[in-house]
């Protein structure tokens, strides 16, 4: 079960850190209570818990680490800290168990677009990262310019289904190497959009397809330049903008013939707990439980 707290972050915009820690602290139990009686089962069958020690928000972290290690305390059970990062290129597990590196993962969330190379199981390397915004940002401040509600990933998504992604010539959003950047192409919409004036419904779908195709673009083209100088025998796509739907076609389109494509889905590609046990299982697998008590780490990398 997945516990959302958009509609609460909606009125302003985007995520308020501090609502976030404090709808953390009233869904955690309820949640877990809930989950428990969903999966039929009871804390004695409960072998070890997972929590997420970052990188993201510190209120929200802390409030998750927090309980957890209470929890463990409590109950005697032991506690495994997960990035978050790893959670999403861990979800491939979950639709794959038998997956194994090595693997290049395309991982585009809210606060990350990271290219990596997961060579074995603990390594993972970054080989091409953001310059500006994550991908998901790039999304929701679209949205925003579009009118359109927080958070404006699936508002896009749906929106440019009715229209033309060739109406508008948006720039390649582009960075050196393998990194990405997505100003130019914001701006970019920011001053076609101020450009038209008022919009005409067929003109905001256009303009939001054209937009989404610019993204989708820059980020497929990025996975075939590392294939081009490294290549793997399969590429997986994780975190929340994985779930566009332009984005798995082309993926597929543009990929699928060349390399093993792993595209999770969508339920496992936005964030939830389901993946943070799958990279929790690896972690313990490979090293035992974090036995010390560990701190959130707003700032942490894939491991
Ligand atoms: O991984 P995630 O659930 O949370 C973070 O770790 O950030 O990703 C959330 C991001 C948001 O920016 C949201 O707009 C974007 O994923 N997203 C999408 C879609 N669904 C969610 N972006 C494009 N198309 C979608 N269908
Ligand atoms: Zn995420």
């Given amino acids: 079960m997945i516990r959302s707290q958009d509609e609460l972050h909606a009125p302003y915009g985007g995520v ?11 869904s955690l139990i309820p949640v877990i209570e809930r989950a428990l009686a969903t999966a039929d089962s009871t804390w004695d069958q409960i072998d070890a818990l997972a929590v997420t020690r970052g990188p993201g928000l510190i209120g929200a972290l802390l ?21 978050h990062l790893a959670g999403h290129l861990y979800a491939a597990k979950l ?8 693997a290049l993962a395309l991982i585009v969330s809210g606060g990350h677009s990271d290219l990596v190379r997961w060579e074995e199981h603990g390594a993972i390397e970054v080989v091409g990262r953001t310059r500006d915004d994550a991908a998901g940002e790039a999304f929701d401040k679209g949205a925003r310019i579009l009118g359109l509600p927080f958070p404006g990933g699936p508002a896009i998504d749906r929106l440019a289904e009715g229209g ?8 390649r959003p582009r960075a050196p190497g393998l990194d990405f950047s997505f100003s130019g192409v914001k701006t970019s919409l920011l001053y076609q959009v101020r450009k038209l004036g008022d919009l005409t419904d067929q003109q905001r779908a256009d303009l939001a397809a054209s937009y989404q195709e610019a993204i989708v673009d820059a980020l497929l083209q990025r996975v075939e330049a590392s294939l081009a100088a490294e290549p793997v025998p399969t590429v997986i796509l994780g975190g929340g903008v994985a ?18 494509l792993i595209v999770p889905a969508p339920d496992l590609c936005t964030d939830n707990a389901a993946m943070i046990g799958a990279a929790a299982l690896e972690q313990w697998e490979r090293k035992g439980p974090d036995l010390a008590p560990f701190d959130a780490d707003p700032g942490l990398g894939f491991s």
């Fill in 16 to 26: 308020v850190p501090e609502i976030a820690a404090r709808a953390h602290l009233q």
């Fill in 63 to 83: 409030v998750g680490v927090n309980m957890a290690q209470s929890i463990g305390l409590a109950r005697g059970l032991p506690v495994i800290g997960v990035s």
């Fill in 95 to 102: 639709e794959e168990p038998g997956l194994r590196p090595p």
């Fill in 164 to 171: 033309d992604p060739r109406s508008f010539a948006f720039p």
């Fill in 243 to 260: 779930r566009n739907r332009r984005l798995r076609k082309a993926a597929a389109e543009r990929l699928g013939a060349r390399v093993h």
